[in-house]
């Protein structure tokens, strides 16, 4: 028996009818033959159907790559090329020609069933030698490796770092890229991701440590600042600064500094200034009984008792007088009273330091006041306040320590009765060592 398109024998068509119909069954049944990756099982059409990889797939190609949905799989590609096939898509025999018992890219196989032929074994396929062949169920794909796009039929290495891949800095490599991070960050387990490190953990601070993105900074206590190497304090030297942060001497200290004073001075509340210690009201002093203790700034001095010269006798505890009945007291002051009083050394001038005054006065009479003595380096003058009182004015800076002497006289003349007299006030000034 003859059949159109090509001669089969009674025995053969029998046997080529006999596995079709097998094919069939077996098609039908959806059991006794599965479906190929790239395919799945339709119950209504009772056969393998293609599967959309671009639909089903979440983001199949990378890029700007395309997806273009073949028979038993799927092609990435560029938009320039999308309209253009990368393969020849597998076609079927017309059903109306039965003479073929597969479809193309099938072959009958030894059990007589059909089976797909592997163009890419079997090297019959048309890929680009830049490309990779993929078999497919009825025929093959002709695509690129992970990392590659077609671009004009050719392979060409996708630069992944123009599509911001990595968080920080990125490397490309061919086929594939790697992804570092900046100094101060960590990569990590996702390989794009950076994650700040906290420098701090490790205490690169001698002091305070504050991270940052990606870095730190180090700050210092008070007193101390950073020095040039960022993480180190260094203690500060106020002392340096100013002349004027303590009254007398500054020490510096780490992280601060204090005053001190010189001997015969406390440290005042505020920490800066001096006071002067009184050894005479605190009992710090070698005074006797006999003395009397005299505090002047920074010191002290022991004050023996008055012992008046001849011609004078003691008038008071601390005043002599000559009496008039001496011969001796003709034109002697008629009484010497002792004073003191400290100054600070270099005290600013001018300035009113010392007053004095007649105690008694005559009708008819005026006085004169006047430094007799003492003032042999010019410091000091008076000035007459009143007919019966004058100051003593500090013209000049005196500079100690220093003890001066000085006899103050007031003059007494009385025209009326012809009587001319005078009294002495000795003053001895204290100088201290230091300007408080």
Not at 65 to 90: D, F, I
């Amino acid at each position: 028996m003859q059949f159109a398109g090509r001669g089969l024998n009674s025995s053969t068509y029998q046997r080529v009818l006999t596995a079709l119909i097998f094919l069939l069954c077996c098609f039908q049944s959806g059991r006794s033959q599965g479906c190929r990756e790239g395919f799945v099982y339709d119950r209504r059409a009772r056969q393998c159907i293609d599967v959309d990889e671009c639909r089903t797939v979440p983001d199949p190609c990378r890029g700007d790559m395309r997806c273009v949905n073949r028979n038993g799989g799927y092609l990435c590609m560029t938009q320039s090329l999308y309209s253009q096939p990368a393969y020849p898509e597998p076609s079927f025999p017309d059903t109306s020609r039965p003479s073929t018992p597969c479809v193309l890219g099938y072959t009958l196989g030894e059990d007589g069933t059909c089976v797909d032929i592997d163009e890419c074994e079997a090297q019959s396929h048309q890929c680009n030698p830049t490309q990779v062949c993929i078999n497919t169920a009825g025929g093959y794909t002709c695509s690129c490796t992970e990392g590659f796009w077609l671009v004009g039929g050719q392979c060409q290495d996708i630069d992944e770092c123009r599509y911001g891949y990595c968080q920080q800095l990125c490397a490309n490599l061919p086929g594939s890229y790697s992804c570092s991070c900046n100094p101060g960050f960590n990569l990590n387990t996702d390989s794009r991701t950076c994650q700040d490190i906290d420098e701090c953990e490790t205490d690169p601070c001698t002091h305070g440590c504050l991270n940052t993105y990606g870095s730190f900074m180090c700050n210092c206590d008070e007193g101390f600042e950073l020095a040039a190497d960022g993480t180190t304090c260094t203690d500060l030297d106020e002392c340096s600064f100013s002349d004027f942060l303590c009254q007398h001497t500054c020490l510096n200290t780490p992280g601060s500094f204090s005053c001190a004073c010189p001997p015969g001075y406390y440290v005042f509340e505020d920490g800066r200034s001096c006071e002067d210690l009184n050894e005479c009201d605190s009992g710090n002093n070698t005074c006797t009984t006999a003395q009397v203790c005299f505090n002047f700034q920074g010191g002290y001095t022991c004050l023996d008792p008055l012992i008046c010269q001849p011609p004078y006798i003691e008038f008071s505890d601390n005043q002599c007088m000559c009496p008039a009945e001496n011969p001796a007291c003709r034109d002697r002051p008629f009484t010497i009273l002792y004073r003191h009083m400290d100054l600070s050394s270099g005290r600013s001038v001018p300035a009113d330091i010392f007053q004095m005054q007649a105690t008694t006065r005559y009708p008819g009479a005026f006085y004169i006041f006047q430094i007799k003595s003492g003032n042999e380096g010019r410091e000091f003058y008076m000035r007459q306040t009143s007919n019966v009182s004058a100051t003593l004015v500090l013209a000049r800076p005196v500079r100690g320590p220093k003890t001066v002497v000085l006899d103050l006289e007031m003059v007494t003349v009385n025209n009326v009765i012809n009587f001319r007299g005078s009294s002495i006030i000795r003053l001895t000034i204290f100088v201290s060592e230091h300007p408080f």
